[in-house]
């Protein structure tokens, strides 16, 4: 029951965010993560076309395709050489995208730390004093569980690999897949709040694993906004941390019955 009570508060905070950020006028602190992750991947596309080239040039010379063909093989080739060139971008491209919540994570996490703290402030009027030193171990922790999430999710894709080719079953594995993407990306921005309260990496997985509900419908949410051609890029990770920051208090406080509303200060006892 808790599964999908923690996944309705996952959906519901994104709504929360979007209130939030625009009461408190955090959109320059939305949009920094936006426009380096912009950055960011128009010079991965930009090293991902150039590179394209070069390894479907130098496959054309180790075979023995780069004399210059005559008549109809000259058309051929121009073919081939377009449909590799293509092959070798989308697949960097593929690459990318499988990796970006990582990249998200150790390169974005400065400054979406830097926004579930402003989020934080908003909601509680808690502020934390700037340390340059802590900023260092937040990166090196962010790197940490980033490498911890890549064994594990490639541990549970070979599991779900072998599972696709049982009869009857196999049909989930896609689904299965999905959602333990979507639980890495949920996790990934849960664990900017986690942090802030001082939970060292275990006690994080614990608590994400115990509010995996809350981890899916984050990372999912988060997902489908990326997809969104440009604006998926700008807002997306920003929308996804200031919810996960919305979503981790409500849970943190459910236990003690109070009431968290995004949009007002709150004290530890629950009064206005």
């Not at 390169?107 to 030193?133: C, H, N, V, W």
């Not at 549970?156 to 009869?167: E, N, T």
């Not at 049909?171 to 949920?186: A, D, E, M, Q, R």
Request: some cysteine; charged content about 15%; proline content about 3%.
């Amino acid at each position: 029951m808790a599964l999908f009570t923690n996944f309705g508060i996952g959906v519901s905070t994104y709504g929360d965010a979007h209130r939030l950020i625009k009461k408190h006028r955090l959109w320059g602190y939305v949009l920094l993560p936006g426009v380096i992750n912009i950055i960011l991947f128009i010079f991965v596309f930009i090293a991902g076309w150039h590179y394209s080239d070069v390894i479907t040039h130098w496959l054309f010379d180790i075979l023995g395709l780069d004399k210059e063909p005559t008549g109809f093989l000259k058309y051929l080739f121009i073919a081939l050489h377009f449909v590799l060139g293509l092959i070798f971008k989308v697949l960097f491209i593929l690459f990318y995208l499988a990796i970006y919540r990582y990249i998200v994570l150790i390169i974005l996490s400065p400054a979406l730390a830097l926004l579930s703290e402003r989020a934080e402030q908003a909601m509680f009027g808690t502020k934390y004093p700037f340390d340059f030193k802590q900023l260092l171990k937040d990166i090196l922790r962010g790197a940490l569980i980033a490498l911890r999430n890549v064994f594990v999710e490639f541990f549970f894709m070979i599991i779900f690999f072998f599972v696709s080719y049982i009869p009857i079953i196999g049909f989930i594995s896609p689904i299965c897949l999905f959602l333990v993407s979507c639980y890495f990306y949920g996790f990934s921005m849960i664990d900017y709040s986690n942090e802030r309260h001082r939970l060292r990496i275990g006690e994080s997985v614990l608590f994400v694993r115990k509010s995996k509900g809350l981890a899916i419908a984050n990372g999912m949410i988060f997902y489908l906004i990326l997809l969104i051609p440009f604006v998926g890029l700008l807002f997306a990770p920003s929308y996804a941390v200031v919810a996960a920051t919305i979503a981790t208090e409500k849970i943190r406080q459910k236990d003690q019955l109070i009431i968290i509303q995004p949009d007002k200060a709150i004290t530890e006892n629950g009064n206005n």
